[in-house]
């Protein structure tokens, strides 16, 4: 049976979709089968795994609003991304916008993703879901069938700061809607570790959350921020990156996590 995993932080740009994509195609190199669910209505996720977003017929909007199983909707990528780093995709496009208003009088409206899932649960070992860069009705699909959260963030100044409303969201989430939720982990991303300032944001998290923060660091790596306009994860684009590395390593680090829990 799947975990499932959120990618969430409320703050813009920080690095979730890169991680989803790269731990998605890590896990994959691993040995463990994966869907990867794209949440967010820019569809950087799907584009970032070779699906062109405007040509899908049905996306994660068709099973929020019940008109399409995931089976029906999730795209295989074997075709697409090659070396063993192959994953399932439920695709997003521009369409999901329009999700957050169409739910809003619609009843179990924040479960929607949950009940779609337990039909391919047993389809995958992990299920990881791109988040927007909010705290909206989608975040709280996301949120309700997850297992944990992992939260990507670059070590800087502000970083703590917005930490604290996405911890409490987590918070109400765990005790109104889905008694599973944890964070799972703090992932240290665009790391630079000659930049003095996030070693010292990158120890004082350390203090703070103990071993809530991944043992793996992301580096700052361009072959990861170029892959996406090939339609590829940097994991496949470059295999042999600083951060493809630190991309396998993670997903190594996340298969023992879930031994543990
Ligand atoms: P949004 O909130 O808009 O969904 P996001 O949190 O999903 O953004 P990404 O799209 O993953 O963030 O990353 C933002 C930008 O930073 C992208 O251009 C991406 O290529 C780049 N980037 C992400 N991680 C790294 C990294 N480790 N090294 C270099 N560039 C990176
Ligand atoms: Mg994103």
């Given amino acids: ?35 990867m669910i794209d949440l967010d209505p820019q569809g950087n996720a799907t584009m970032g795994s070779g699906v062109d977003k405007r040509k899908l017929n049905l996306t994660v909007y ?37 999700a957050e208003v ?24 992990f299920i990881l879901i791109d988040c927007p860069p909010s705290l909206s009705m989608l975040t709280l699909n996301g949120l309700c069938c997850a297992h944990g959260v992992i939260v990507p963030m ?18 109400q989430v765990h005790a109104n809607l889905n008694k599973e939720l944890l964070i799972i982990g ?3 991303v665009m790391f630079d570790a000659r930049i003095t300032l996030q070693q010292q ?3 004082q998290l350390k203090a ?3 071993n809530k923060v991944f043992n793996t660091v992301i580096p700052r790596n361009v072959r990861l921020a170029e892959a996406p306009s090939y339609g590829l994860p940097g994991l496949v684009f470059d295999p042999s990156s600083k951060g493809a590395h630190a991309f396998v390593a993670f997903a190594q680090e996340m298969v023992e996590r879930i031994e543990k829990m």
Wanted: net charge neutral; glycine share 8%; aromatic share 4%.
């Fill in 1 to 35: 049976m799947a975990k499932i995993f959120c990618i969430a932080n409320q703050k813009g740009g920080v690095g979730k979709t890169t991680t989803a994509v790269n731990l998605a195609a890590g896990l994959a190199k691993v040995g463990q089968r994966v869907l």
């Fill in 62 to 98: 068709d099973v929020l609003l019940e008109s399409a199983s995931i089976a029906e909707a999730r795209v295989k990528s074997d075709k697409l991304i090659e070396g063993g780093c192959s994953y399932d995709i439920l695709g997003a496009n521009r369409e999901l916008s329009g």
């Fill in 102 to 125: 169409e739910l809003v009088d619609l009843e179990r409206r924040e479960r929607r993703l949950k009940q779609a899932l337990v039909l391919v649960q047993q389809d995958y070992d």
């Fill in 154 to 171: 670059q070590c800087e100044y502000f970083a703590l700061e917005g930490l604290t409303d996405l911890v409490n969201t987590i918070k």
């Fill in 186 to 188: 703090l992932l240290r």
């Fill in 201 to 203: 944001v990158s120890e």
């Fill in 208 to 210: 703070h959350f103990g």
